[in-house]
């Protein structure tokens, strides 16, 4: 069996997440028990030494009657509807990094350009006419710079975003807060249709079946500015969903960028607090990719995060300096501040744009150079 298989098949479980995933494989490597065992026999015994609670044991015992691991993976095949681990070459290289992941994403569409100077752009839900000529602006000037757009797939400033893209021939996820059986706002159901008839994509964490509760999009968010060099808040209230990705963006080491709004727009508060706790204040998409470190510097072309390197070709010498400090040994972000005397902040934006260029790449919260045939 597949630990991808097994991974879907446990996460579709009413009452399981990533951290009742990963306390359950870490106990069947301590109790050496294998994951058929786990689903073939004497489940109910092993299922108590992993401390599963009694809710999730049902669960599994309702999971069994309708699958497989293989039969779920087969169900979803005929959806269309493909299933990635973060140890999948197509999972995004960005979204990779960061601690609380998801374990497996599924996937309708084609992700071939997820890790093409990815932005994320969110804004609240109630668009006014100021906020959809700003995204109208914008999104096309960051596709025409070969970035994709990054959005939550919601009413508002999400589906300006992703139309926009659409309309200029640019690529875009939709992160979805919810199952694809579940499409939500219905309205959208025929740009959904669109939008992979364009060749973008969707991925969620969540199985078919699942619903948009309220809880799933805080969740969903984190997936959003995850995957993204930097978040470019166009509308938002004082307290929001935009305010949650910007947070998860900052934790992240990302960029932050806010547009400025009409004093007399209640939307223009929420971009307001960001700017005055810090975010950049951004007009054009000149600064949004000068804020997601990739504007100009060489890069009339995007240079795909698998590239196979040559001769190393940097932006700055800050970029140099860590990949030449790197090649003495490999590093955790930590360690590598401390010895570099940087912030850290600073540092995570650096080293992350160094992976998409294909100079590094992080296994287990270490940093490697990579050579032409993979990591060194």
């Known amino acids: 069996m597949e630990d991808k298989q097994f991974f879907a098949a446990i996460l579709a479980v009413d009452g399981i997440g990533r951290k009742t995933l990963r306390n359950v494989f870490k106990k069947l490597g301590e109790l050496d028990v294998s994951l058929e065992d786990f689903w073939q026999q004497q489940p109910a015994q092993i299922w108590q030494l992993c ?10 015992r309702n999971f069994k009657k309708r699958f497989t691991p293989e039969s779920y993976i087969g169900w979803l095949d005929q959806k269309n509807i493909s299933v990635i681990t973060s140890e999948d070459k197509r999972y995004p290289k ?22 093409k100077r990815p ?10 006419g100021y906020g959809r000529t700003v995204c109208k602006q914008l999104v096309p000037e960051l596709v ?25 021939d640019g690529y875009t996820v939709g992160v979805l807060g919810y199952g694809f059986n579940h499409l939500y706002p219905a309205g959208n159901k025929k740009f959904f ?7 973008n994509c ?31 808040v166009i509308e938002a209230a004082q307290k929001s969903g935009s305010h949650i990705t910007a947070g998860f963006a900052g934790e992240y080491g990302r960029g932050i960028c806010a547009v400025p709004g009409p ?17 950049r204040l951004v007009t054009s998409a000149r600064e949004v990719l000068e804020e997601a470190g ?31 400090h790197l090649l003495n040994q490999p590093l955790s972000t930590d360690d590598l501040a401390k010895q570099l005397e940087l912030k850290i902040s600073d540092l995570n934006t650096a080293l992350s744009l160094l992976e998409l260029e294909g100079y590094l790449q992080k296994q287990h919260n270490t940093w490697f150079v990579k050579n032409a045939n993979g990591v060194q």
């Open 294 to 324: 990739v504007y100009g510097m060489g890069w009339s072309k995007v240079v795909p995060v698998d590239a196979i390197i040559g001769q190393p070709s940097f932006r700055d010498e800050f970029q140099q300096k860590i990949y030449r």
């Open 193 to 199: 249709d669109k939008m992979l008839a364009k060749g």
């Open 94 to 115: 960005l979204l990779k990094n960061i601690d609380d992941k998801p374990l497996i994403l599924y996937v309708k569409g084609s992700l071939q350009g997820v890790n």
């Open 144 to 168: 025409a710079s070969q970035a994709t757009i990054v959005s939550g797939f919601m009413y508002g400033v999400d589906t300006c975003a992703h139309q926009q893209a659409v309309a200029h």
């Open 51 to 60: 401390k599963l609670n009694s809710k999730q044991q049902q669960g599994l």
């Open 202 to 232: 969707f991925v969620t964490e969540y199985p078919p079946w699942v619903s948009g509760h309220k809880g799933n999009f805080p969740e969903r968010n984190r997936i959003v500015a995850g995957m993204s060099l930097a978040t470019l």
């Open 119 to 128: 932005i994320a752009v969110v804004g609240t839900r109630k668009i006014s």
């Open 263 to 279: 004093i007399t727009n209640r939307y223009s508060e929420g971009t307001k607090w960001l700017i005055n706790q810090g975010a």
